[in-house]
């Protein structure tokens, strides 16, 4: 009987975390079209930092299709800089904070898309 009892609840915790490891995996299709529509001005549709912007920018945008510079920063910091904003991590206050834009997981398939632009 104990046994059938460990197994239920083994069962119940796998059935209630399983969803929500589901819906934490990013999407980049959908990291694509916030991309354009809320970063792509400035770091391009590329994402190379030759957005229509970029040139009144001061410092320019960075260049997120540089593998050496990608392979060399966190998820964590990529979503800090989205969802704080340049200052917060010492970085150009020209780069908005997007945290009250977008949701988490929506910062995080931005993410996913940007990581894919440097591969």
Known sequence: MRRV????VTALLVGVTLPSLAGAQANGEKGKALFVQ???ACHGTAGKGD???????NPKPRDLTDKAYMAGVKDE???DIVKKGG????KSAMM????AAMKDDQIRDVIAFVRSLAQ
Request: proline residues 12%.
């Open 51 to 57: 957005g229509p912007a970029a040139a009144a920018l």
């Open 96 to 99: 908005p904070p997007w945290g």
């Open 77 to 79: 910091y990529l979503m």
């Open 87 to 90: 200052a917060a991590v010492g």
């Open 38 to 40: 809320n970063c792509a």
């Open 5 to 8: 009892v460990q197994i239920g």
